[in-house]
């Protein structure tokens, strides 16, 4: 069982930057690839962006050269820095972690989800 906790959500202005976090309660974080997802009202839960846990990382195409995705295995901890923040990505934002060779985009297929953050950026 692996629990996820997000935090650092808030609200800012476009342009700043947020750093999310999604802390994970397990005894071992080896072999389990992350991603990090968003839902905004009245729209699905889309991907921003995945680590696997041999490294791969992929990202969105909208969030591609602003958001970062890193991690601290000592603290089993996952980052997603987002910087230049527009108005359009204001939505919860939710980590989740499955047992992946690969960074996966399909929500579906991940095991275990936090409770989300919301990030709300004004205009």
């Known amino acids: 069982q692996v629990q996820l906790v997000e935090s650092g959500g808030g609200l800012v202005q476009a342009g700043d930057s947020l750093r999310l976090s999604c802390a994970a309660s397990t005894r071992t974080f080896s072999g389990y690839s992350m991603g990090w997802f968003r839902q905004a009202p009245g729209k699905e839960r889309e991907f921003v962006g995945a680590?696997?846990?041999?490294?791969?990382?992929t990202y969105e195409d909208s969030v591609k050269g602003r958001f970062t995705i890193s991690g601290d295995n000592g603290k089993n901890t996952v980052y997603l820095q987002m910087n230049s923040l527009k108005p359009e990505d204001t939505a919860v934002y939710y980590c989740a972690a499955g047992l992946f060779a690969s960074e996966v985009i399909d929500p579906g297929q991940y095991e275990y989800w936090g409770q989300g953050t919301q990030v709300t950026v004004s205009s």
């Open positions: 680590v696997s846990w041999n490294g791969g990382i």
